[in-house]
């Protein structure tokens, strides 16, 4: 009798481990569809916001060693955060790496269009283009600053057979759409420069590149995180 108990108790903690790898598994699926909408989220944010940054600068009348210094420093300290962002792995779960950064670069859109209302109304003209070096590498910090975390996120997620595909599947949607927002974008940016309206055509653009990110924040938070 105390075998049968036994016995019982045995299978069903292996029903109990069976139930939990499959809902773990089921987690993951949904997380890897999520993922490929939050990708899409982003693709507006790249589209209407980093494709634009460098024709946004000359409309602030940068001069040429500053576009040079927009992109150097960019990368610059773009690659520097990511090397910081590989330590805080250790130190701060992934969840709070990734959705600060995410939150944090979507709150520096906000911080550029107005910049860019602030130009447009005759105030810091003169700075403008500086500020906008600043403000720019700043974004660029606080989003790679998650970037390892969320790789080492999905390499969690996906099983290492599958990650071509689905990376690649992933990469056709979320290109594309970045595509299509770039399109849009280039249209509407002619369209306000005919009204002698450019400044105000960035701000929407950058409002959207913002609503984006936030949006991809949001998708990030309803993610599996497997610990």
Not at 11 to 21: A, D, G, I, P, V
Not at 45 to 66: D, R, W
Not at 152 to 158: A, E, Q
Request: aromatic share 14%.
């Amino acid at each position: 009798e105390e075998k049968s108990v036994a016995s019982k108790y045995i299978e069903k903690t292996e029903q109990e481990k069976f139930l939990e790898h499959v809902n773990e598994e089921l987690k993951k699926e949904k997380t890897l569809e999520l993922s490929i909408k939050e990708g899409s989220a982003t693709a507006f944010m790249s589209g209407a916001g980093e494709t634009y940054i460098v024709p946004f600068a000359l409309a602030l009348n940068a001069n040429n060693a500053q576009i040079g210094f927009l992109s150097s420093f960019v990368s610059l300290f773009g690659a520097a955060s990511q090397i910081v962002g590989s330590r805080l792995i250790y130190k701060y779960s992934r969840k709070n790496s990734i959705l600060r950064g995410v939150f944090l670069q979507a709150c520096a859109w906000i911080l550029i269009l107005a910049l860019g209302v602030l130009f447009w109304k005759g105030i810091f003209v003169e700075e403008a283009a500086v500020i906008l070096i600043v403000l720019y590498c700043l974004y660029a910090v606080v989003g790679n600053l998650g970037g390892p975390a969320w790789f080492s996120l999905m390499g969690d997620l996906i099983p290492e057979e599958r990650r071509g595909e689905y990376f690649s599947t992933r990469n056709k949607i979320v290109g594309f759409v970045a595509m299509i927002v770039t399109l849009i974008a280039s249209f509407w940016l002619d369209y306000t420069k005919g009204f002698g309206l450019i400044i105000i055509g960035f701000v929407v653009l950058f409002a959207i590149a913002s609503f984006g990110r936030f949006v991809s924040a949001y998708l990030l938070a309803r993610h599996y995180y497997p610990k």
